[in-house]
């Protein structure tokens, strides 16, 4: 996260002179205020699966607190927070937007696994001290619709927020991939052939290049094991090759049966590239081949992925103290951003009935 800016003027600091208390409130009061644009996503109608929605609820949260005492320079700071954004994949599911200042963002219905959807936001440095924008997530909470007249899935009820594909594009002042497929790089291979057997000693490595490292010879798996054509498998495959790259690379395997790696940076610096191993090489077994390395930092977000998902964003940019940076925003100004959404093309019956609630917090600092 970038360092908060600091106010160099003389009104942003104070020397203590032993008559007056060493710290004082200033007046100045930098905000954000949100903007949105509602458009319309594609309608149709699933094979066998309800009708979903999605719905961004809005809730402008605007705060400032400073103080200033002698050798210390005010920081300041503000938010503003996407509220219990809901996605559901039931038809009658209904959320009621708290901030009677802002409508719904986003309401479509008549989607169906790999339809698309997208929302405009416009946030708006409304104060008189230039910052840099950042947002992070909330916790995904996953659970069943409310309406009990609709069949409930009965997987792992997280794998809404984990098949909750998810970018962010900038569209002004610049066009930059801020977070998703294009702003990391990122490769991925074909299809892989389920079951799958890794032989401990005999094809459970990989190498891998990333952001300019090398890492060679990663040894996934310490015993034989077979992956069953299942979400369960395929998930923990991904959890096997995590365990290996997790410090500074990402794994997922989609409902498509094809396994994604990706940087865990993002910009122009973000690579990553694979390679065979001096031995005991899982390329081919994982579908992949040594290929060209893949850069981050593009200016448009390519598509989506099973990399980036509402889970992977939550669990990477959580909290205030880890975030991910936008851009600068300075007094007056306004940047837009698209937020984009899609549900696993290949998403199963064990999603349907389901929603995912989450918070977006964006932070002017």
């Not at 802002?102 to 416009?122: E, F």
């Not at 698209?338 to 964006?362: E, M, V």
Request: glycine letters at 10%; aromatic letters at 6%; proline letters at 4%.
């Amino acid at each position: 996260m970038s360092p908060a800016p600091r106010n160099s003027s003389p009104r942003g600091r104070r020397r203590d002179t032993g008559d007056e208390p060493t710290s004082r409130p200033l007046s100045i009061q930098p905000g954000l205020s949100l903007v949105h644009t509602k458009l319309a996503g594609v309608a149709s109608h699933p094979r066998k699966s309800p009708l979903k929605r999605l719905l961004v609820t809005l809730l402008i949260l605007g705060t400032v607190t400073t103080a200033v005492g002698a050798g210390t320079f005010a920081s300041y700071n503000a938010s503003t927070r996407n509220a219990a954004s809901t996605f559901a994949t039931d038809a009658s599911e209904t959320a009621t937007n708290s901030n009677t200042l802002c409508g719904t963002a986003l309401s479509v219905t008549g989607q169906r696994p790999g339809d698309q959807t997208m929302v405009t936001m416009n946030l708006q440095n409304k104060g008189n001290v230039n910052g840099t924008l950042n947002v992070y997530g909330g916790a995904c909470n996953p659970a069943n619709t409310t309406d009990q007249s609709f069949f409930h899935g009965t997987g792992t009820i997280s794998n809404v927020c984990s098949n909750l594909q998810f970018y962010v594009q900038q569209t002004s002042p610049s066009t930059v991939c801020k977070y998703g497929q294009g702003a990391s790089g990122e490769i991925h291979g074909t299809a892989i052939t389920f079951p799958l057997t890794i032989t401990n000693g005999t094809n459970d490595r990989f190498s891998l290049t990333v952001d300019g490292a090398a890492h060679t010879d990663l040894d996934f798996r310490a015993s034989t094991i077979t992956y069953a054509n299942t979400a369960t498998d395929m998930a923990a495959l991904a959890t096997d090759i995590n365990g290996a790259i997790s410090t500074w690379g990402t794994a997922a395997v989609g409902p498509d049966s094809i396994l994604y790696i990706s940087s865990k940076t993002i910009g122009a610096s973000s690579t990553v590239s694979i390679a065979a191993p001096t031995s005991q090489s899982a390329i081919s077994s994982l579908g992949m081949s040594s290929v060209t390395t893949a850069n981050g930092g593009q200016s448009t977000c390519v598509g989506f992925d099973p990399v980036h998902t509402i889970s992977d964003f939550v669990g990477t940019y959580g909290t205030s103290t880890s975030t991910l940076g936008l851009s600068a925003l300075n007094s007056t100004i306004t940047n837009t951003y698209t937020l984009a959404f899609q549900l696993q093309t290949a998403a199963d019956n064990q999603l349907q009935g389901r929603k995912a609630t989450f918070d977006l917090t964006w932070l002017l600092q």
